[in-house]
Nanobody, 115 residues
């Protein structure tokens, strides 16, 4: 059973930085595509970043140039470095894994950016 545990969220002022971490277990981490999504109150869950097993990355325009996703296969961990944060980045952030055609989700972690 795949388990994803996020950490690193919290409250930060606009313009600040946070780094989220997600530790995975129950799967062959190096073979999984890992990603981050977020959901703000009243909004649908939206894509934030993805890193494939070959370390290729993908971002939407809303975070491109500010957020960086990376992975450490030795630690079964994926990171999301978030810089130049804006109030509109406030949301619950979810770690996700795609492994053997099955997608799993973490429990989510709150990120709040104050203006």
């Amino acid at each position: 059973q795949v388990r994803l545990v996020e950490s690193g969220g919290g409250l930060v002022q606009a313009g600040g930085s946070l780094r989220l971490s997600c530790v995975a277990s129950g799967m062959r981490f190096s073979a999984a595509a890992m990603g981050w999504y977020r959901q703000a109150p009243g909004n649908q869950r939206e894509f934030v970043a993805q890193i494939s097993s070959d370390r290729s990355t993908n971002y939407p325009d809303s975070v491109k140039g500010r957020f960086t996703i990376s992975r450490d296969n030795a630690k079964n961990t994926v990171y999301l470095q978030m810089n130049s944060l804006k109030p509109e980045d406030t949301a619950v952030y979810y770690c996700t894994a795609l492994f053997q055609f099955s997608r799993s989700w973490g429990q989510g972690i709150q990120v709040t950016v104050s203006s």
